[in-house]
């Protein structure tokens, strides 16, 4: 019963330095989505999936990318990364109850500092 | 742009008090998510409510839905130290982007 898992927990980059943030689920969920937390402002949406080959943006896109090729895996690949980039970001997956609302399950997190 | 505004930000109260937290939105949403989060880990579902007026009890929490679906009240009763976390709230429905307030951290003294 993992449910979400996201590896590593904790990294350090230097500033124009990629990295990819890997995040698994194992409840066969077509929804998968990659969030920021900054202290203050809640959790912001990067971007999202709703099936395996489909992805969209969220509300802060800008430097990351996504790739959605198997129903488990949903990386997030930051390109260059920049200290505003600094943050906690955690993978989401969720099911739809009755056409109505997700119930979302969120991994534990990854501590992101970039110098 | 959907926004929730949540207050207060942040709260101390003792054991065994009583305690309101408030989740507001200028904007209709079809259905509301309560979240608490402990440090270090991700948010947990706690309740989902979607019809207006609603209210839903999980022990002794008690959750309320607005009328107008704009805005929403978790109470905790005869609060305990196992309450301590940020409690966040969500706002979106069935093919919609959930969006989450800035959240209320709590902090339940023995």
């Known amino acids: 019963n993992a449910g979400v898992t996201q590896t590593p927990k904790f990294q350090v980059l230097k500033t124009g330095q990629s990295m990819t943030l890997q995040c698994a689920q194992d409840m066969n969920h077509e929804y998968m989505s990659w969030y920021r937390q900054d202290p203050g402002m809640g959790l912001r949406l990067i971007h999202y999936?709703?099936?395996?080959?489909?992805?969209d943006q969220g509300e802060v896109p800008n430097g990351y990318n996504v790739s959605r090729s198997t129903t488990e895996d949903f990386p997030l690949r930051l390109l260059s990364a920049a200290p505003s980039q600094t943050s906690v970001y955690f993978c989401a997956s969720s099911y739809s109850r009755g056409r109505t609302f997700h119930i979302y399950t969120f991994g534990s997190g990854t501590r992101l500092t970039v110098v | 742009t959907q926004l929730l505004e949540q207050s207060p930000q942040f709260l101390s109260i003792q054991e065994g008090e009583n305690l309101t937290v408030y989740c507001n939105s200028s904007?209709?949403?079809?259905?509301l998510q309560w979240y608490r989060q402990e440090p270090g880990e991700g948010p947990v579902l706690l309740v989902t409510v979607v019809t207006g007026g609603e209210v839903k009890k999980l022990k002794r929490l008690t959750f309320q839905f607005g009328d107008a679906r704009k805005d929403s009240s978790l109470h905790i009763t005869a609060a305990q130290p196992g309450d301590t976390g940020l409690y966040l709230c969500a706002g979106g429905g069935y093919g919609q982007n959930f969006v989450f307030g800035p959240g209320t951290r709590l902090s339940v003294l023995p």
């Open positions: 999936s709703v099936g395996a080959g489909i992805t």
């Open positions: 904007s209709v949403f079809s259905s």
